[in-house]
């Protein structure tokens, strides 16, 4: 973006010499275009003044007007793709970590009465790249975060965190709605997914972390989310583990 700015500036000081440039070559013009009017419409050379004015400042800021909206567009797409690069998965199309993190602490921030995070973990992904290829993995990484995305609907977050990691934001829920979500993902991801003519079973470790019972700040509802998430992959994989708190930080908690 720096560089974009750079190039910004440049043509703004190389605008400024071919408006200097205009601007003599127009004051030369002036006397021509003057004759022109006067021979068409027979309008008496001393009472042209202010239509010669009009119409060399137009002549003059034409061309200004034109390379400044040209340099505006370029730069407006320059940061939409500098934002795309940013903040978006190039193999899933959904948002990543960053963007995922900005919205989590936004939200937060914003006091919400309830919410939930939830990390997803695709069990056996690596047995995919390893017998299909990375290919087929990105086809079913990008096809997993299709089914998520119609689990939880567009006004909910979806993202994908890392590798084979998914992450959720479900804000201003309760706990049955959120078990509720939470099996659905776990039934889409269980159907199989055809890829090159490969039958691909699949199925997820989901760990499940509610706000504020777990944490009021981005970093630790997702670092307990994630524990919960390998809580659920140790007892069998395909299924849903919610955090718990220590026993100490509940005693803690209790005397306060």
Not at 74 to 85: G, H, N, S
Not at 101 to 125: E, Y
Not at 224 to 246: C, Q, S
Request: aromatic residues 10%.
């Amino acid at each position: 973006m720096e560089i974009k700015k750079k190039k910004y500036i440049k043509w703004s000081f190389k605008i400024i010499l071919i408006l200097i440039g205009l601007l003599f070559i127009k004051v030369s013009e002036a006397v021509v275009l003057q004759r022109i009017i006067h021979w068409i419409w027979k309008i008496p050379l001393d009472g042209m003044e202010e239509i010669i004015d009009i119409i060399v400042t137009v002549l003059i800021f034409m061309p200004f007007l034109f390379i400044v909206m040209k340099q505006r567009i370029t730069l407006e797409r320059a940061e939409e793709k500098y934002k795309e690069l940013a903040y978006y998965d190039p193999v899933t199309g959904l948002s990543n970590r960053r963007y995922f993190d900005m919205q989590l602490s936004h939200s937060l921030m914003r006091k919400s009465n309830t919410g939930a995070v939830l990390l997803l973990d695709i069990d056996g992904f690596k047995q995919v790249n390893d017998t299909y290829g990375h290919d087929v993995g990105d086809f079913l990484l990008k096809e997993i975060g299709v089914r998520l995305m119609d689990c939880i609907g567009k006004e909910n977050t979806v993202s994908r965190f890392a590798g084979d990691e998914f992450i959720i934001y479900l804000p201003n829920t309760d706990k049955p709605l959120v078990l509720e979500v939470v099996e659905k993902i776990i039934n889409e991801i269980n159907k199989p997914a055809t890829i090159d003519e490969n039958q691909i079973m699949t199925s997820t470790s989901i760990g499940i972390t509610f706000f504020p019972e777990h944490g009021v700040e981005a970093k630790t509802l997702i670092k307990n989310a994630d524990i919960a998430m390998y809580k659920a992959k140790l007892r069998g994989k395909n299924t849903f583990v919610i955090f718990e708190l220590p026993p100490e930080w509940i005693l803690k908690d209790g005397k306060g």
